[in-house]
């Protein structure tokens, strides 16, 4: 299956530790997008790659928040000293292209759950 | 602001009848439109976009939406639901740059035998 892939499916911690998501966009793709849904609501965005550069961050991303994309592949999302806010599941999303608008694909995301 | 409105947060229907999901989008929102279905403990799957063209979009699974500037509506419709149907439905448009997504708050559809 060449989809867009997430790792974990599920988390469960408890208040204070770290976690941190991987996701691995489809092969070649050079946007990869964020997203979090909380119970009972559409997604939202979260930050936005382009390669390996970071070029749009939500204020929903607060401090505690950081993600990465090393290479331009995979991506790594972190939370640091998770809060029970912080509930949700994370989503990942790649497509291909520069300007122009082009499908974003999804994976299965990442749900958390924080004790 | 900019954002995308479902007016309904269930619609429960029976097999084989017709559906309407509504959607109405800010004049803020690009006239970039989609709808996503998600099934339990899936991720989201593109189910038809209108970017331009027809105002009269088909997608997968037998659906279309029709797009309406002077309504700035966008609203999902099957002429036949079947049991399968029955997941969540959001509503999006693009906001500002990057392509990023915005989207509503959501629609389940109940699909009762």
């Known amino acids: 299956d060449t989809g867009v892939s997430q790792d974990p499916r599920h988390k469960i911690t408890k208040r204070g530790q770290n976690v941190t998501f991987r996701c691995d966009p489809i092969s070649e793709h050079n946007r990869l997008y964020w997203y979090r849904q909380t119970l009972g609501q559409g997604p939202e965005f979260l930050t936005y790659?382009?390669?390996?550069?970071?070029?749009?961050k939500s204020r929903l991303l607060s401090d505690r928040f950081s993600a990465e994309r090393p290479k331009g592949s995979f991506s790594t999302l972190e939370i640091q000293r998770t809060e029970q806010g912080d509930s949700a599941m994370y989503l990942c999303?790649?497509?291909?292209?520069?300007?122009?608008?082009?499908?974003?694909?999804f994976g299965p995301g990442t749900r958390l759950t924080v004790l | 602001a900019q954002s995308v409105t479902q007016l309904d947060s269930q619609v429960p229907v029976f097999e084989e009848a017709p559906v309407e999901l509504r959607c109405n989008y800010s004049s803020s929102v690009s006239v970039y439109l989609f709808w996503y279905v998600q099934y339990p403990n899936q991720g989201l799957q593109l189910l038809l976009k209108y970017l331009s063209g027809s105002t009269l979009v088909k997608g997968i699974n037998g659906f279309e939406a029709e797009f309406n500037k002077s309504q700035t509506s966008f609203h999902l419709r099957k002429p036949s639901v079947h049991i399968s149907d029955t997941a969540e439905y959001f509503c999006?448009?693009?906001?500002?740059?990057?392509?990023?997504?915005?989207f509503g708050a959501g629609t389940r559809l109940a699909v009762h035998p």
């Open positions: 999303a790649s497509s291909l292209g520069d300007t122009s608008y082009n499908e974003q694909f």
């Open positions: 999006a448009g693009i906001s500002g740059g990057y392509n990023k997504l915005i």
């Open positions: 790659f382009q390669n390996e550069a970071q070029l749009e």
